[in-house]
T-cell receptor, first 110, second 114 residues
Framework: QKEVEQNSGPLSVPEGAIASLNCTYS??????FFWYRQYSGKSPELIMS????GDKEDGRFTAQLNKASQYVSLLIRDSQPSDSATYLC??????????FGTGTSLTVIP | DAEITQSPRHKITETGRQVTLACHQT?????MFWYRQDLGHGLRLIHY???????NKGEVSDGYSVSRSNTEDLPLTLESAASSQTSVYFC?????????????FGPGTRLTVL
């Protein structure tokens, strides 16, 4: 069983819509959760981190964490074509190791 | 500005050759990591280090080695390159911010083994 699971997509949304990206994880001891954005041919770039149950908002991005359901999501409001990328979910387990999902490809259609 | 760099950015080598990929960070982070990224597998941890003289194996460490002689550098060596090691390699370093460590990635090295 993979530590972190994501729907690989591709996910397509029209410009201005809300994009919803989902991630589940297997280890209940997971303490911190991250969303990275990766443009084609580039390295992952951190966009959000969340540690506590509930929502965390940063501009057009909202991360949601539900530890009971072992579920973390990322909402992108007012999606822009520049948001088209692959979004990686990452989980910090014991120590300083990170486990990454395989990523969800998002396309925002103008 | 502090940063993390990798070199070379692109490398083509032949099966059986030894290859070393460099990673250098100027953030003074203790923790450094090497990942490979392949279609369908996402980022997989190869080796990591929590400080000078400390190295640990990750999920896919066979055929790879690292050494940590200073805080800034964690070179990754492929002892005898194989075609299965054709991949994009990312180096990362992390710092503790608040409750958890946050990882930052280098630009990547695309390695092709012929």
């Amino acid at each position: 069983q993979k530590e972190v699971e994501q729907n690989s997509g591709p996910l397509s949304v029209p410009e201005g819509a809300i994009a919803s990206l989902n991630c589940t994880y297997s280890d209940r001891g997971s303490q911190s959760f991250f969303w990275y954005r990766q443009y084609s041919g580039k390295s992952p770039e951190l966009i959000m981190s969340i540690y506590s149950n509930g929502d965390k908002e940063d501009g057009r991005f909202t991360a949601q964490l539900n530890k009971a359901s072992q579920y973390v999501s990322l909402l992108i409001r007012d999606s822009q074509p520049s948001d088209s990328a692959t979004y990686l979910c990452a989980v910090n387990l014991a120590g300083n190791q990170f486990y990454f999902g395989t990523g969800t490809s998002l396309t925002v259609i103008p | 500005d502090a940063e993390i760099t990798q070199s070379p950015r692109h490398k083509i080598t032949e099966t059986g050759r030894q290859v070393t990929l460099a990673c250098h960070q100027t953030w003074n982070h203790n923790n450094m990591f090497w990942y490979r990224q392949d279609l369908g597998h996402g980022l997989r941890l190869i080796h990591y280090s929590y400080g000078v003289q400390d190295t640990n194996k990750g999920e896919v460490s066979d055929g790879y080695s690292v050494s940590r002689s200073n805080t800034e550098d964690l070179p990754l060596t492929l002892e005898s390159a194989a075609s299965s090691q054709t991949s994009v390699y990312f180096c990362a370093s992390s710092e503790r911010t608040g409750m958890a460590d946050t990882q930052y990635f280098g630009p990547g090295t695309r390695l092709t083994v012929l």
